[in-house]
């Protein structure tokens, strides 16, 4: 069982994202548990107050580092330096504009592990010593500033959840998704490379049709009617190809891509551009 702890001044904010789909069901199944600690009960003062205004000046207030030290010890987490040398499956993650951006590898790393705890931010920020003293790291779910870090908590524990043994039905479709990427970047044989029907090998997935074949005039295309394997194959490759190249190029640098996706690529980028 994987265990998340959430350490948030919103607790009645997750009582939505973590009630659905595949995180409910893997709650309801003891593959996670998902413990809510709400940092105002870790405070001292009648107004429970868990922001500051920072030494320095600035504007805005900044999170206090008592509720968070103060919610964190009845947990009885390994050190921080066992942690960070691997010596226990646990890890502090601190949520932060500032933190370094949340992937589908990252991801994967924090699904090995026992007990995830997640800080979640607020106001301008928060005291550095969490991030110097407790944090093992800080991550982002993107370039734009949130509110708090909530959000982020919910999309890391879906991200996570769905990567555990027997918390999605079909476990190879896990393998299939966009971003997730093959072990070897550069060019590939074509047996290494993932096979484009179950994988996407760093690639954005590729498009998906289902029944009616014809919907208002628009027809699903031939090769996937045709029950040719081969065809279909190379041309959800190509496919792949083509809106990783128009969406996100910055993919095919660590995409494992064969001697046919380079072959492929170079005719996409000499076609003329399609709206």
């Known amino acids: ?41 870790f405070t001292r003062d009648r107004h429970r107050t868990v922001d500051n ?56 790393e924090l699904a090995t592990l026992e007990r995830v705890v997640l800080i979640c931010g607020r106001y301008e920020g928060m005291d550095e010593r969490v991030a110097d003293f407790i944090a093992d790291r800080e991550l982002s779910i993107g370039d734009y500033v949130l509110s708090g870090g909530e959000l982020g908590a919910a999309v890391i524990i879906e991200a996570i959840t769905r990567l ?18 093959h072990e070897k970047a550069g060019e590939v044989t074509e047996k290494e490379a993932a096979d484009s029907t179950c994988g996407s090998a760093g690639l954005l997935d590729y498009p998906h049709y289902t029944r009616p074949a014809d919907f208002r005039g628009m027809s699903v295309p031939e090769v996937l009617l045709n029950g040719d394997h081969q065809e279909i194959r190379r041309w959800r490759r190509e496919q792949a190809l083509k809106k990783t190249l128009r969406n996100r190029p910055d993919l095919l640098a660590r995409a494992a891509l064969t001697r046919e996706d380079l072959r492929a690529l170079e005719e996409l980028r000499a076609a003329p551009r399609v709206p």
């Open 53 to 108: 205004r920072p030494f320095g000046g600035g504007e805005g207030m900044v999170l206090k580092p008592e509720p968070i030290f103060d919610c964190l010890e009845p947990l009885q987490l390994a050190s921080r330096e066992q942690r960070l040398a691997g010596d226990a499956k646990q890890s502090i993650v601190l949520l932060s504009a500032q933190g370094e951006r949340f992937t589908q590898k990252v991801a994967a």
């Open 1 to 41: 069982m994987t265990q998340f702890h959430i350490l948030t001044i919103f607790p009645e904010f997750f009582r939505g994202p973590l009630d659905y789909g595949i995180v409910r069901r893997a709650r309801e199944a003891g593959l996670v548990e998902i413990s809510i600690h709400d940092l105002r009960a």
């Open 164 to 181: 555990l043994p027997g918390a999605v039905g079909n476990e190879a479709s896990t393998r299939q998704e966009s971003f997730t990427a």
